[in-house]
């Protein structure tokens, strides 16, 4: 038997499940061919190999509304910003069917939320990684969705939204202030990784960065930095920061490389890092054009209380 790729094959063997369905299972780490698990749909099987399917059990449609406690900026009948805190998912996912910043969204708007992002994304235009922190704008209707849809997708080059990050990175940047432009796709590998690939390979990704002050400022070992994006693709400044070779403090996923940095590092820089417990990025700018008024307005939002001891800690000499 010729070699066939897997999603073809598991399509033929389990006609219950739709091709796409498959390929989301494959990427999800629930195929394994012979014992080892494979992410990549398009792998090449040959006859003879052993293929476990795990079908996880079904989770309700949509997710329910939760009590919990939101920083709220703004809102209006439109839109609401939240200021949201590190460790919260944004929306349901496999691993999170509870908790996530869309069950506080449904318990306080209602049936207002807009569900044009799909029941499972009520109101969601952009988001943010569970451990970064920082300003994100929900629509809460219809109108708002597609107006808001279309300022992300334009991501600023010729529209109005603005929206920077602060990051404090290890080490120096060779250039103050540069573009970094990587094409980056899910590694086949581990899919909880982001990887730069080939402009043919990956999707299309750009992160503009400008080093705002040494840390500390006599002899850095560390930076903080500014980030803007003319791209929104998932972990793309930790993946694009640590593709120039100044991964972010506290990143377990793309810095664990520069672990012997942290023994550089003062007790106190030591024990604030380690109470920081993820990836050192704020999302601290927001600014977008209101879909209803067409009025332009403009969030910031201060560093938590985590990452603000840190940049703290770090401007102290070692």
């Known amino acids: 038997m010729a070699a066939e790729r897997l999603d073809r094959v598991l399509a033929r063997l389990q006609a219950d499940l739709s091709r796409s369905r498959l390929q989301a299972l494959i990427r999800d780490g629930q195929v394994a061919v012979d014992d080892t698990p494979v992410l990549d749909p398009n792998r090449k099987v040959a006859g003879g190999v052993r293929i476990t399917l795990t079908v996880p059990p079904p989770v309700p449609a ?5 009590a919990i406690d939101l920083t709220i900026v ?14 919260l998912v944004v929306h349901p996912a496999a691993g999170h069917d509870s908790g996530t910043l869309v069950n506080a969204l449904i318990a306080h708007c209602g049936e207002s939320l807009s569900g044009i992002g799909g029941v499972r994304r009520p109101g969601i235009v952009h988001r943010l990684d569970k451990d970064t922190s ?4 929900v629509a809460k209707n219809d109108l708002a969705h597609q107006a808001l ?3 992300f997708a334009d991501h600023g080059r010729t529209g109005p939204l603005e929206r920077a990050y602060l990051a404090i990175l290890w080490g120096v940047p060779e250039r103050r202030r540069g573009t970094v432009e990587a094409a ?11 990887v730069v690939v080939g402009e043919d390979r990956g999707r299309y990704a750009i992160t503009h960065y400008e080093v705002l002050e040494g840390l500390p400022p006599a002899n850095p070992i560390a930076n ?5 994006l003319e791209t929104g693709r998932t972990h793309q400044i930790r993946v694009h920061m640590a593709h120039l070779g100044h991964p972010l ?20 820089q030591k024990e604030a890092l380690n109470a920081l417990n993820r990836q050192a990025l704020h999302a601290a700018i927001l600014g977008f054009e209101h879909p209803r008024s067409g009025e332009f307005m403009r969030f910031e939002s201060p560093l938590p ?3 603000a001891a840190l940049l703290q800690a770090l401007r102290v000499a070692i």
């Open 62 to 66: 949509e997710p329910a509304g939760e």
């Open 249 to 268: 403090l506290g990143d377990a996923t793309y810095g664990s490389g520069f672990k012997t940095k942290a023994n550089r590092l003062s007790e106190p």
């Open 149 to 151: 849809a279309a300022q």
């Open 305 to 307: 209380l985590d990452m």
């Open 134 to 137: 920082g300003l994100l704008v």
């Open 184 to 194: 980056l796709a899910r590694s086949t590998h581990n899919r909880e990784r982001i």
């Open 224 to 228: 903080l930095v500014r980030c803007e």
């Open 74 to 87: 703004y809102e209006d009948d439109d839109v609401i910003v939240i200021d949201k805190p590190p460790g």
